[in-house]
C-alpha cells in the first residue's frame, strides 16, 4: 500500500503565495508521474501541473505563476503558488504514479486533498 500526505493549504490574500507538499510513502520501487490537480466547488477535478523529472506541464491557467518540483530521495512533491487569484480557490490533490516493489504494473494513488482558498 502507498500512502500520501499532503500539507501546506490555507487561507491568503490574492496576490500572495503558498507552497503544497505531498509526500509519498509505503511500498514504493520508484515513482514516474507526480502531479497536482485541484477541484472546485460545482466543478470537475483538473490538472494544474505535473513532472516526469524529464517533463514538466502546466495548465494555462496556472503558466508562469505555479511551480511543481520533486525530491526524488524524499519522494515529495511540490508546488509553489505565486500571485494566488480567487479563482485559484479549489481542493488540491497530489497524484503518483508508483510501480510497487514485486510488481510490473504500476499505480496511480490520490493525496487526500488540502484546501486553498484565495480571498480578502
Known amino acids: 500500500q502507498v500512502q500520501l500526505v499532503e500539507s501546506g493549504g490555507g487561507l491568503v490574500q490574492p496576490g500572495g503565495s503558498l507552497r503544497l507538499s505531498c509526500a509519498a510513502s509505503?511500498?514504493?520501487?520508484?515513482?514516474?508521474?507526480m502531479g497536482w490537480y485541484r477541484q472546485a466547488p460545482g466543478k470537475q477535478r483538473e490538472l494544474v501541473a505535473i513532472t516526469s523529472g524529464d517533463n514538466t506541464n502546466y495548465s494555462d491557467s496556472v503558466k508562469g505563476r505555479f511551480t511543481i518540483s520533486r525530491d526524488n530521495a524524499k519522494k515529495t512533491v511540490y508546488l509553489q503558488m505565486n500571485s494566488l487569484k480567487p479563482e485559484d480557490t479549489a481542493v488540491y490533490y497530489c497524484?503518483?504514479?508508483?510501480?510497487?516493489?514485486?510488481?510490473?504494473?504500476?499505480?496511480?494513488?490520490w493525496g487526500q486533498g488540502t484546501q486553498v482558498t484565495v480571498s480578502s
Open positions: 509505503g511500498n514504493i520501487f520508484s515513482i514516474n508521474d
Open positions: 497524484h503518483v504514479n508508483v510501480l510497487p516493489f514485486g510488481s510490473s504494473f504500476r499505480r496511480g494513488y
